[in-house]
């Protein structure tokens, strides 16, 4: 019936054995999206403690939860007979105090149902069965009847790599050699599966001495830590300002320190974690635990159960790592606090950071939001004192700074005949070319090309559930808000017309564009439609380190993590990013791309050279971004956000009315303005969304802005507005997207 093991006090639904003094009502928050709470009655010898999980039916559904709240029979007030009764999974950890608090917060703060948190914190909303232990290569019994320098290899590395190969294709990568070698080893009993055991890792500690910075920085988190007491710190250095080597140092104490803490270190994409994992391990001597939508089935079930029964000592992992069942959580750590990723857009829409802040806040312990570019909440936050700011050393000094340069687009006629790359641009690629030095172009956007263009009638190829062109990729148009795809037509849906052509700048447009100035560079295209995992992101890496690469065209994913010391060039095609939308982050997000791609160039002793293309010269983040001086940047956004009440100084909440039928959403949109009346708050719209429509459903949006905590005056609000059930309002609590 489940897919857990329920062991001593497992009693069938509908059989009621009643211990007459030990019976329960457990309110129980579920996997499932129901809007509210659920009683149950649980039968049960002695009393379980808040935060077990339970197995509940709702409906006819059997489904998991965990009790929030408990009362004995005798002093409930309802009739508990009418209750259906409840059963305990009693070899799952229960949720921890501060994970419970973590929990109802969460769902609280974001007007999310009391269950979100709770199915986040599950796999698919279920309880993962236990998996049998992974099993790795050691050497066996059996001497090697004849040695050859491949099987050498194998074993050399067997012998001298802390590290589990859990797969033959991984031990044979790792010794260079062919899987033959270690299948031929393995059938001869040189070498045998043995499993590894379901224990702590045990580690060997080898951090690099720190520099001035570095140590005082350490030592303030180092402080926090021994005093268990809550504090965020905002960690402050460009790329190479050694940051991970200080939240190492934290992790380092911890380990040693107490032997059943728990760190989370929160990264916003899985991109990252190739390099760092690999990082981590030369430093600990074991893999951490790791947690990400890309992980296989199985690991995802094992190292669920790892962190629930605190086998786990480090969790790398995306946002969703933060709702796991951590037993004691005593670090936690935030990188790249200003990545838009970690806010979730859909169904449980919390942001990443801020959450991670409020985690550390229930656990009592530090966090520690690192960047070089830090969101102006953060930023604002440390010149409130709130966040305590620790500064790296390894600011540019004058020899590594590159040199920005930027291109008009109307003057250099960049768009006209569909050509993007503008002649300076193309000028600077051909010295690097010349040099044997490497270049970067980068824009925002993969695929073919953003539009299909009928030139016929002039319209452009929608998507057609979504107020939103068609992307072309390849030989596909694909809606990149609802996912539709369709092959390229052949004839334009309105007009019949058979001039259709991909027209405006994508990855691979840009590709093209380049093969045609530079037939025999090697050219390579590292966007999310053609890297997928990390193995394919490694594969990237290596070549341009290898210099297998002269042009690299990429996304926001070549922006980060990777140095490169022969890329002296870097283009940027489109360097507004949604400048001209006007929306609240566009300036913020654009200046913290331009300046992490600027970053790329010219690290190492080679001064490299960054050219810009935009529409927009005389923007104010373009001078800061010249002078690569960040504070004025944030200084001058700061000013402008105080002067709109904008976030951070004033709270935003957006509210989505959606439906099928667009009269009855602006009816019920023009009915919650009509009927709002929080006192210090300000309601604007409704407007239809950007996004008039997604999914076939229309959208209307309301913005709410205020300075006080609204949360309660929201609640009533929205209760007391009627809206029909076909009308759906969601929530979006410190929204980051406004489409
Ligand atoms: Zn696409
Ligand atoms: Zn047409
Ligand atoms: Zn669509």
């Not at 290898?546 to 990429?554: N, P, S, W, Y």
Request: hydrophobic share 40%.
């Amino acid at each position: 019936m489940f897919t857990v093991k329920v062991t001593s006090s497992f009693i069938r639904f509908n059989t009621k054995v009643v211990h007459q003094s030990n019976n329960f009502i457990v309110t129980v928050a579920t996997s499932l999206a129901v809007p509210k709470l659920l009683d149950y009655v649980l039968y049960v010898e002695s009393k379980p403690v808040l935060g077990s999980f339970v197995a509940i039916e709702v409906g006819t559904k059997q489904v998991f939860g965990v009790v929030i709240k408990m009362q004995e029979v005798s002093s409930f007030l309802g009739d508990a007979s009418k209750l259906k009764e409840a059963v305990l999974v009693d070899d799952v950890p229960a949720v921890s105090e501060q994970g419970l608090n973590f929990l109802r917060f969460s769902s609280r703060y974001t007007f999310a149902l009391p269950g979100d948190p709770v199915r986040a914190s599950l796999i698919a909303g279920k309880i993962p069965e236990q998996v049998e232990p992974d099993k790795k290569l050691v050497l066996g019994n059996v001497p090697l009847d004849k040695r050859t320098s491949t099987r050498d290899k194998v074993i050399n590395v067997l012998t001298h790599s802390a590290h589990a190969f859990t797969s033959q294709a991984m031990l044979a990568e790792a010794a260079g050699v062919g899987v033959s070698v270690v299948k031929g080893l393995l059938i001869k009993g040189v070498l045998v599966w043995e499993e590894i055991p379901d224990v702590k890792p045990s580690f060997h500690i080898q951090l690099p001495d720190l520099n001035a910075s570095q140590k005082a920085s350490a030592a303030e988190i180092a402080s926090a830590l021994s005093l268990k007491k809550h504090q965020t710190f905002f960690l402050d250095g460009v790329m190479g300002s050694g940051k991970t080597e200080v939240y190492f140092d934290s992790i380092a104490r911890l380990l040693e320190e107490d032997d059943t803490s728990q760190v989370l270190l929160l990264v916003p994409e899985i991109a990252l974690t190739p390099q760092l994992v690999g990082r981590f391990e030369k430093r600990f001597g074991f893999i951490p635990t790791l947690w990400h939508s890309n992980l296989g089935e199985k690991a995802r079930k094992r190292n669920w159960w790892h962190i629930a029964k605190g086998l786990s000592r480090v969790v790398i992992g995306a946002r969703s790592a933060l709702f796991l069942n951590y037993q004691n959580l005593r670090l936690i750590v935030v990188d790249e606090e200003h990545d838009s990723s970690y806010k979730q857009e859909e169904v449980f829409r919390y942001h990443g950071r801020d959450m991670a802040v409020t985690l550390g806040h229930f656990w009592k312990c530090p966090v520690v939001l690192c960047s070089a570019t830090p969101s102006l909440e953060t930023w604002n936050n440390v010149l409130l004192g709130r966040y305590k700011h620790l500064m790296l050393d390894g600011r540019y000094g004058n020899a590594t700074l590159p040199h920005l340069k930027l291109v008009d687009m109307k003057e250099s006629k960049v768009g006209k005949g569909d050509k993007w790359i503008s002649a300076p641009i193309v000028q600077a690629i051909k010295e690097r070319l010349e040099k044997g030095e490497q270049s970067l172009v980068f824009l925002n956007r993969r695929g073919v090309a953003p539009l299909l263009i009928c030139g016929g009638c002039g319209d452009r190829v929608g998507c057609p559930s979504c107020d939103a062109s068609l992307v072309v990729h390849k030989s596909y148009l694909i809606c990149h808000h609802c996912g539709f795809h369709e092959e390229i037509p052949k004839k334009c849906p309105k007009c019949d017309s058979e001039k259709l052509r991909a027209f405006g700048p994508g990855t691979r447009k840009i590709k093209q564009e380049l093969e045609t100035y530079f037939p025999t560079a090697r050219i390579a295209v590292a966007d999310s439609d053609s890297v997928k995992t990390d193995r394919q992101m490694g594969d990237v890496v290596a070549k341009m380190e290898k210099g297998e690469i002269d042009i690299l065209v990429g996304t926001q994913m070549v922006a980060k993590g990777h140095h490169f010391p022969e890329l002296t060039f870097v283009g940027i095609i489109d360097g507004d990013m949604g400048l001209a939308r006007g929306e609240l982050r566009a300036a913020e997000r654009t200046f913290q791309v331009l300046m992490q791609v600027a970053g790329r160039a010219g690290r190492a002793a080679k001064k490299g050279e960054v050219m810009i293309q935009t529409h927009d010269p005389n923007h104010p983040l373009f001078e800061c971004l010249l002078q690569m001086d960040r504070d004025k940047f944030l200084k001058m956004e700061l000013q402008s956000r105080k002067l709109w009440q904008d976030p951070p100084f004033k709270k935003q909440m957006a509210f989505i009315v959606s439906g099928k039928d667009e009269r009855s959403v602006a009816f019920a949109s023009k009915a919650l303005a009509n009927n709002f009346h929080i006192s210090n708050a300000e309601v604007l719209g409704p407007a239809p969304a950007p996004l008039a429509k997604l999914r076939d459903q229309f959208r209307y949006r309301l913005l709410v802005k205020s300075g006080d905590k609204m949360h309660d005056a929201v609640q009533k609000w929205l209760g007391s507005t009627k809206i029909p059930s076909s009308v759906r309002v969601v929530v979006d609590v410190d929204p980051v997207s406004f489409y």
